[in-house]
Antibody
């Protein structure tokens, strides 16, 4: 059974940092481009970042560029998102999602999400 | 990196058909045949319904279909059923990034 499980969310003060993890199982993680997608409360989906299957190529939305860093450990089947200089507008449920082989592949698999709340 | 444009809401009676549009630009929807659609029920993760404009993943009913013309993609749900009531999001590959639409709340009357 395919599973993606995010963790690491919580309450953080503005300007603070948080590291999200996404543990994958049930599929060949190392063959998948992985993405982070977020959804603010009551709002729509917003693509945040992606990384290629080998971990050598990344891309970011303008809103998080320079503050967030995506990474992965294929030996541990885990995707990460390091979030620094957090702002109130970063408050959202963060989903990890996987697409097979290519950057343009659809998001086949999704985790249940982890909530990040940025507030003082 | 502007979001794709979707109508905020759509509705139809059981058995009817409804079409949801997704408008982008010549740099995203118009440039690539990599448009996908996702269904999201409240409190749940999104689910892939259509990929590469018009292809259906295994297990998705053939009541769901997709198309594209120029910079606008469309999702059609035929034979509406109560369980189709959900939020629907389009997504497009855009080269250096990926984009989502703002979402459309589909109500089955």
């Amino acid at each position: 059974e395919v599973q993606l499980v995010e963790s690491g969310g919580g309450l953080v003060q503005p300007g603070g940092s948080l590291r999200l993890s996404c543990a994958a199982s049930g599929f060949t993680f190392s063959s998948y481009w992985m993405h982070w997608v977020r959804q603010a409360p009551g709002k729509g989906l917003v693509w945040v970042s992606r990384m290629n299957s080998e971990g050598s190529s990344t891309s970011y939305a303008d809103s998080v560029k320079g503050r967030f860093t995506i990474s992965r450990d294929n030996a541990k089947n885990t995707l990460y998102l390091q979030m620094n200089s957090l702002r109130a507008e970063d408050t959202a449920v963060y989903y990890c999602a996987g697409g097979y082989s290519y950057s343009y592949s659809p998001f086949d698999y999704w985790g249940p999400g982890t909530l990040v709340t940025v507030s003082s | 990196q502007s979001a794709l444009t979707q109508p905020p809401s759509a509705s139809g009676s059981p058995g009817q058909s409804v079409t949801i549009s997704c408008t982008g630009t010549s740099s995203d929807v118009g440039a690539y045949n990599y448009v996908s659609w996702y269904q999201q029920h409240p409190g749940k993760a999104p689910k892939l319904m259509i990929y590469e404009v018009s292809k259906r993943p295994s297990g998705v009913p053939d009541r769901f279909s997709g198309s594209k013309s120029g910079n606008t993609a469309s999702l059609t749900v035929s034979g509406l059923q109560a369980e189709d009531e959900a939020d629907y999001y389009c997504s497009s590959y855009a080269g250096s990034n990926n984009l989502f639409g703002g979402g459309t709340k589909l109500t089955v009357l």
